[in-house]
């Protein structure tokens, strides 16, 4: 009921705001040829002023510099001073346009090279350039900022963004939090490349994304540096800060490996990573190549509550259990690859990761996917499991477990339903149609049919877009 209420009423603000944006569209010169400002979100009704509009980001240069909270019992606060160097290309003559910030201090926006004017308003950064920024032409923004970091949580009260640690801090920002340590524009649809350097006092490490460039050391502090090649959706930019031990090794099909494992744990934490290449071997046959340039995993002796699949680099709460390790890899192809175009298409994610899970389960010779899905479709028909609207779960329903465990049976339902070789079709071309994309539940009905030749509305609608519990097909 809450979550309805909530949902309800930040629909009405995308609403809102979709139709302030489309008054200008809808000038008769059009929206290329007069220039205006850029828009306070992506469109997206569950999160609308996540992502901006008017441009696209196409590259973002981090230069941080993080010093980590003193010993206990000084308050569990960093500071942070960054210099964010944001590449842009205007969609349309800008005389204006945002970026996402929450918290922390801008103290100043140079756009193209020159000073800019700049506004805080809620979470967005407002900057009005000197002069108009033409359409088309890339532009350099760049913004100095930093502040007191703390511990952010999300809508639901989950820890997220960039979260303060005692030796440093754990990034991991779905769905909007790196609106909290760096100037974005933070929805999936705009995908970028990345460089992040993290300046961190000698002795700890900042792991990041993608290929490690390099590290150097002066003045007790230590740079490392990372860059992303693969675009990348905003919430799976990592940066995070501890007291690990990189560790680099090599599959047998030549993908280079890099761990950060806190040297404060103890072995058993990530003994779930070691069949890493054998699960990236399997979910190859199974989805395609993988689909980055390097892979690895981050885990911490702190926590979130959970694992995040950064790209390229999933990060772990105290521990990297094996079907967790399993759910992180498989979100490479489904979730990194292709991303979600709106917040509710997010059983796209969470369902086929947790069906992959299934699948490795099997494989390893334990729990079937048949076994896991008789588990799922054994839940009584008045629990409330089977309300939530698996397609469209509301800002708080993000997580629910049905977007999880129904969205993995949905799956296993449509494989029946299609059959193993229209489903094995499928699995491989989802993520390689949309790779470096973004994409719709109904992208994905379309792709079924298309490859099946059959008409699945009846299918999903009962099990996706309807609550309520669906007969096995
Ligand atoms: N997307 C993560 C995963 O399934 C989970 C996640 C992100 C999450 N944020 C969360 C879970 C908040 C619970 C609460 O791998
Ligand atoms: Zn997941």
Redo the contacts with the bound molecule.
């Keep these: 009921m809450r979550s309805c209420v909530r949902s309800g009423v930040v629909a009405a603000a995308a609403a809102a705001l979709l139709a302030a944006a489309v008054v200008p569209a809808s000038a008769a010169d059009g929206q290329s040829s007069r220039p205006a400002p850029g828009g306070s979100g992506a469109g997206d009704a569950y999160f609308p002023f996540a992502g901006n509009s008017g441009y696209d980001a196409v590259h973002y240069d981090l230069d941080l510099r993080y010093q980590p909270p003193a010993a206990a019992p000084a308050p569990l606060a960093g500071q942070l001073d960054a210099v964010a160097t944001v590449t842009i290309v205007p969609t349309r003559h800008l005389t204006g346009f945002n970026l996402d910030l929450r918290g922390l201090e801008v103290e100043s926006v140079v756009v193209g090279g020159r000073p800019a004017e700049f506004a805080r308003e809620g979470d967005e950064l407002i900057v009005t350039p000197k002069t108009i920024l033409p359409r088309g032409k890339a532009v350099d923004v760049v913004v100095a900022y930093g502040g007191a970091t703390g511990r952010p949580t999300?809508i639901?009260g989950?820890l997220?963004g960039w979260v303060t640690t005692r030796d440093g801090a754990m990034v991991?920002s779905?769905p909007e939090g790196s609106m909290t340590w760096f100037p974005v524009s933070d929805h999936p649809t705009d995908k970028a490349t990345y460089d992040v350097a993290v300046a961190v006092p000698e002795g700890l490490v900042a792991v990041g994304n993608g290929d490690l460039v390099g590290s150097s050391t002066a003045n007790g502090w230590t740079t490392w540096e990372w860059s992303s090649r693969e675009p990348m959706a905003s919430y799976l930019v990592t940066a995070s800060v501890g007291n690990y031990e990189l560790r680099q090794w090599t599959t047998p099909d030549g993908l280079l490996n890099i761990d950060a494992i806190d040297r404060d744990l103890a072995p058993a934490a990530s003994a779930g990573l070691a069949q890493t290449a054998e699960m990236i071997a399997f979910f190859e046959t199974k989805f395609g190549p993988y689909p980055f340039s390097s892979y690895g995993a981050i885990v911490d002796d702190d926590s979130v509550?959970?694992?995040?699949?950064t790209q390229t680099r999933p990060i772990y709460s105290t521990r990297a259990n094996e079907g967790t390790v399993a759910?992180?890899l498989a979100?490479q192809w489904l979730g990194n690859s292709v991303s979600p175009a709106r917040w509710q298409d997010i059983w796209l994610?969470?369902g086929w990761?947790t069906y992959a899970e299934w699948l490795w389960s099997e494989h390893d010779g334990r729990t079937t996917a048949a076994e896991n899905f008789a588990d799922v479709m054994a839940i009584p028909a008045d629990n409330g499991f089977w309300q939530t609207i698996v397609a469209d779960p509301g800002p708080l329903g993000l997580?629910a477990g049905a977007v999880?465990d129904r969205g993995a049976a949905t799956l296993y339902a449509l494989r029946l339903e299609i059959g193993d070789e229209a489903f094995d079709a499928l699995s491989v071309e989802w993520p390689t149609r949309y790779k470096d994309s973004v994409a719709t539940t109904e992208d994905f009905q379309a792709l079924a049919e298309e490859l099946s030749g059959q008409d699945l509305e009846e299918f999903f609608d009962v099990w996706v877009w309807t609550a309520g519990k669906p007969a096995i097909p």
């Excluded at 509550?305 to 699949?309: I, T, V, W």
Aim: no cysteine.
């Design positions: 999300d639901e989950a997220y991991a779905e509550g959970y694992a995040l699949e759910h992180e979100h994610n969470e990761a997580f999880y």
